[in-house]
Nanobody
């Protein structure tokens, strides 16, 4: 059975940092792509960052240079280091795993950037 367990959300002041982690288990083979998405109130869910099993990464323009995604293939974990956080980064962040033709989602973790 597939499980995605996220951790690391919380409240941080503008300019601060947070690190999100997602542990994926239950896959018969390593997933091709691990990613983080986010959804702010009243807005559609958007891709934040992704990393493939080969190490290729991609970022949303709004987080390029501030966020860093990393993956540990042996453990099927994906981390998102978020620096220089802005109020507009406030959202629920979701871990996503693409495995073969399937897409799996975590339960989401709240990130709030505010004074």
């Amino acid at each position: 059975q597939v499980h995605l367990v996220e951790s690391g959300g919380g409240l941080v002041q503008p300019g601060g940092s947070l690190r999100l982690s997602c542990a994926a288990s239950g896959f018969a083979s390593p997933p091709y792509r691990l990613a983080w998405y986010r959804q702010a109130p009243g807005k559609p869910r958007e891709l934040v960052a992704m990393v493939t099993s080969g190490g290729t990464t991609d970022y949303a323009d709004s987080v390029e240079g501030r966020f860093t995604v990393s993956r540990h293939n042996a453990k099927n974990t994906i981390d998102l280091q978020m620096n220089s956080l802005k109020p507009e980064d406030t959202a629920v962040y979701y871990c996503n795993v693409a495995w073969r033709t399937m897409s799996y989602w975590g339960q989401g973790t709240q990130v709030t950037v505010s004074t």
